[in-house]
Every structure is written in structure tokens, then in C-alpha cells.
């Protein structure tokens, strides 16, 4: 079962949720409008060093960069 990452049009509410069906209708979980659009998951890796830090999925955006945070 995938898990995407949507935005409700209604709130702007970011959230994730795992979708069991392509016909699965989803609603925002702050606001319950089922207004929302998928939006594009991020995959991360920074730096290959001893001790770099990595991330992987959601955003890995900085506040400066994106809408996300």
C-alpha cells in the first residue's frame, strides 16, 4: 500500500496517508474537506561524509526553498 503526500486546497494543510485503492477518496485530516491534490514526494540523500546527515521522503526542503514547513 503506497503512501502519498497531498495539500488541501481548502486549509493548506501538508499530510500523508496510505491509499489502499486508486477510486480511495481522501480527506484532509485538520479540516475533513476532501479538496486536496497529491503532491510531488521528495527523496533525499545529502552528503556522503562520516556523520553527514541524510533524509528520506516528505520534504527535504528548507523553509527558504519551498511552501512545505
Known amino acids: 500500500m503506497p503512501i502519498f503526500e497531498y495539500r488541501c486546497r481548502r486549509c493548506a494543510h501538508h499530510f500523508e496517508t496510505i491509499v489502499r485503492s486508486n477510486h480511495e477518496r481522501v480527506s484532509c485530516p485538520k479540516c475533513e474537506s476532501k479538496a486536496v491534490e ?32
Not at 521528495?42 to 527558504?64: D, E, M, Q, R
Request: with cysteine; hydrophobic share 30%; charged share 5%.
Open 38 to 69: 497529491k503532491q510531488l514526494s521528495v527523496f533525499s540523500s545529502l552528503g556522503s561524509a562520516k556523520g553527514a546527515a541524510t533524509t528520506s521522503g516528505g520534504c527535504a526542503c528548507t523553509p527558504a526553498t519551498c511552501g512545505c514547513h
